[in-house]
């Protein structure tokens, strides 16, 4: 179950399927001031100066209780590429541009912190439960590139057991906001194949050539056929287009949004 917690004003959510350090930004208890941006915007690019970004990263960093350093976060291409990390990448994407771009990580040291950007996409956090940790930017390419099941695999790879591994799915843009159309429907199936697309991608009624998208049970679906049991694995079930006063949302805003952070640390 998610809950929402405020540290010193940052609100933050959190899920109990999760054992680390690890939470969900909001938009919550920043110093940004701008009215698409405020308050806690914690992505670079987006309006705010540097110095606005880097002081909301730390407030974030703080109410998670992980250092701003560990952070690695580098620019997202909606790939399902998962990168291992390791101690040369802290700080990658938050204090210097990486030389590598990649939309999810993991992690089976302490001192490393993946951490995911989104606004309205998919953010997911793993854990094995005995020492390997993920974090994961399912857009709705990468959602249908299965990066949750290249993220798994690559945690049993590193030693993690299956049926321990938990999965928290993050609050992003719900099936009541997420309207689509056709080239989407055949785009995300070519990717993702008829059979999930029809599952989760379901034409709006009295709208020909509408649907909407699911992207977050698609997710769930495919972490439960990459072996993930489904008591694993967490579900958010806030809407970032619904909960403008809590998040920002790239749909609703027509682009015009900060960034919210999820991370996760041994
Ligand atoms: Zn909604």
Redesign the pocket.
């Known amino acids: 179950m998610f809950s929402i917690i405020d540290r010193d004003g940052v609100k933050l959510l959190v899920s109990d399927k999760i054992k680390e350090k690890h939470g969900f930004s909001t938009r919550v208890g920043g110093v940004s001031t701008l009215p698409h941006t405020a308050s806690l915007n914690l992505g670079y690019y987006r309006g705010d100066d540097s110095e606005t970004v880097r002081e909301n990263l730390r407030r974030f960093s703080q109410a998670v209780g992980i250092p701003l350093e560990d952070f690695v976060s580098v620019t997202q291409i909606h790939s399902a590429e998962v990168r291992y990390t390791t101690e040369e990448d802290r700080g990658g994407g938050i204090f210097y541009k990486a030389d590598y771009e990649c939309d999810g990580y993991i992690a089976d040291r302490p001192g490393i912190a993946p951490c995911v950007k989104t606004a309205d996409c998919v953010p997911i956090l793993f854990s094995s439960g005995d020492g390997i940790v993920g974090a994961v930017h399912a857009g709705w390419r990468g959602t249908a590139r299965g990066i949750a099941e290249v993220c798994v695999e690559k945690m049993v790879a590193l030693g993690a057991k299956r049926e321990r591994i938990t999965a928290a799915i993050g609050p992003s843009?719900?099936?009541?906001?997420?309207e689509v159309g056709e080239d989407f429907y055949s785009e995300f199936s070519s990717l993702a194949g008829e059979e999930l697309t029809r599952r989760f991608v379901i034409p709006k009624e009295g709208a020909p050539g509408k649907y909407h998208a699911d992207l977050k049970s698609a997710n769930k679906e495919i972490l439960i056929r990459a072996g993930i049991k489904e008591e694993n694995i967490d579900v958010s079930l806030l809407?970032?287009?619904?909960?403008e006063d809590l998040f920002y949302s790239h749909r609703k805003s027509g682009g015009l949004r900060g960034s919210m952070c999820s991370v996760i640390s041994l």
């Open positions: 843009i719900g099936f009541c906001c997420y809407c970032t287009a619904c909960r």
